[in-house]
C-alpha cells in the first residue's frame, strides 16, 4: 500500500499563475483533506471531503477550490496563486470524518513557493 | 473556539536524556486527544492517541496520559535517541456539526545529538 500519496513535491510559481496539487489514497478512506502549514501556526484546514462527492470550507478555502473526483483522488486548485500561498500543503485521508478517534494519515506534502 | 497550546520549541537532548514535551488544550465537551510526529521532508504520522480522560497511550516507548482535570495531554519519552529527532504535534479532535474538527498545536522540533 502506498498509502497517501501527492504530485508534485514542489513547484515554484509566479504570481496569478494556476496549478493542481493531486492527491490519492489507496486505504478506501470516505474522507480527505487539505491542510496548509506555515510556521509557527500549526497545520490549518483548507477544505475537506466527509465522503465521495461532498465538499466543505476549512478554516482558511479563500483563494483555493477542491475536486472530489472519486473516492480515491482529491484536488486542491489555486486559480490565481498569490505570495501568501507559499507554504506547505498536505492532504489526508481517515475512515470516516465522523469518527471522533479516527486516525488521519499523510501524505508528504507539497512545497509550493509563489514569486 | 477549541486550542492547543505547546510548548515552544526547539528542545535540543543529548541521546538517552528525558524528553517531556508540554500540551494543552482547550476544548468544549470531551475531545480526543493525539500526538503526530513529522519527520524531516515527511507527512504526520500517528504517534499515539487518547480518547477518554485517565486512558494513557504509548507507542515507541513514548507516552502521554489524557488529564482532564488539568486540561493536558504531555508527551514523555524516558530515553531518547537521534532517530527522535522531529516535530511533535499535539492534536486534539472534537465535534463541530457533523464534522470532527482537528485542531492542531504549532509543533515542538525536537533535535536529540549524539
Known amino acids: 500500500n502506498a498509502g497517501v500519496t501527492q504530485t508534485p513535491k514542489f513547484q515554484v510559481l509566479k504570481t496569478g499563475q494556476s496549478m493542481t496539487l493531486q492527491c490519492a489514497q489507496d486505504?478506501?478512506?470516505?474522507?480527505m483533506y487539505w491542510y496548509r502549514q506555515d510556521p509557527g501556526m500549526g497545520l490549518r484546514l483548507i477544505y475537506y471531503?466527509?465522503?465521495?462527492?461532498?465538499?466543505d470550507k476549512g478554516e482558511v478555502p479563500n483563494g483555493y477550490n477542491v475536486s472530489r473526483l472519486n473516492k480515491r483522488e482529491f484536488s486542491l486548485r489555486l486559480e490565481s496563486a498569490a505570495p501568501s500561498q507559499t507554504s506547505v500543503y498536505f492532504c489526508?485521508?481517515?475512515?470516516?470524518?465522523?469518527?471522533?478517534?479516527?486516525?488521519?494519515?499523510f501524505g508528504p506534502g507539497t512545497r509550493l513557493t509563489v514569486l | 473556539g477549541n486550542s492547543v497550546t505547546q510548548m515552544e520549541g526547539p528542545v535540543t537532548l543529548s541521546e538517552e536524556a528525558f524528553l517531556t514535551i508540554n500540551c494543552t488544550y482547550t476544548?468544549?465537551?470531551?475531545?480526543?486527544l493525539f500526538w503526530y510526529v513529522q519527520y524531516p521532508g515527511e507527512g504526520l504520522q500517528l504517534l499515539l492517541k487518547?480518547?477518554?480522560?485517565?486512558d494513557k497511550g504509548s507507542n515507541k516507548g513514548f507516552e502521554a496520559t489524557y488529564r482532564k482535570e488539568t486540561t493536558s495531554f504531555h508527551l514523555e519519552k524516558g530515553s531518547v535517541q537521534v532517530s527522535d529527532s522531529a516535530v511533535y504535534f499535539c492534536?486534539?479532535?472534537?465535534?463541530?456539526?457533523?464534522?470532527?474538527?482537528?485542531?492542531f498545536g504549532t509543533g515542538t522540533k525536537l533535535q536529540v545529538i549524539p
Open positions: 489526508a485521508s481517515s475512515e470516516s470524518a465522523g469518527g471522533l478517534t479516527d486516525t488521519q494519515y
Open positions: 486505504m478506501n478512506h470516505n474522507s
Open positions: 471531503s466527509a465522503s465521495e462527492g461532498t465538499t
Open positions: 476544548a468544549t465537551g470531551y475531545p480526543s
Open positions: 487518547a480518547t477518554k480522560a485517565d
Open positions: 492534536a486534539l479532535k472534537s465535534r463541530s456539526g457533523g464534522y470532527q474538527k482537528v485542531t
